[in-house]
């Protein structure tokens, strides 16, 4: 097992640590319980769901390079 530290809000903690009281856990177990909770509502997935569209054709940029800094900085 790993060891490591978490920074909670105080009444993140304080709500977390009331909880583990509840059940008769201890902070770490309940800690543990949350992340495997989250990581079985989030499975990792072997290729991502979302993909880059292909760039649209618009044609040869008309401006001459010298001007791209000043024509992307206007409004």
């Known amino acids: ?4 530290q978490i920074q909670l809000p105080d009444p993140m903690y304080h709500q977390l640590k009331a909880l583990a009281e509840a059940h ?3 902070l770490a177990e309940a800690v ?3 992340v495997e909770l989250l990581l079985t509502s989030y499975p990792q997935q ?4 979302w993909k ?4 649209l ?3 040869a940029f008309e401006a001459p390079p010298e001007d ?3 024509l992307a900085n206007e409004r």
């Open 32 to 34: 543990r319980r949350g």
């Open 24 to 26: 008769d856990w201890t």
């Open 68 to 70: 791209w800094r000043r």
């Open 52 to 55: 880059l569209p292909e760039p």
């Open 57 to 59: 054709k618009l044609g």
């Open 46 to 49: 072997a290729e991502p769901q």
């Open 1 to 4: 097992m790993t060891r490591t």
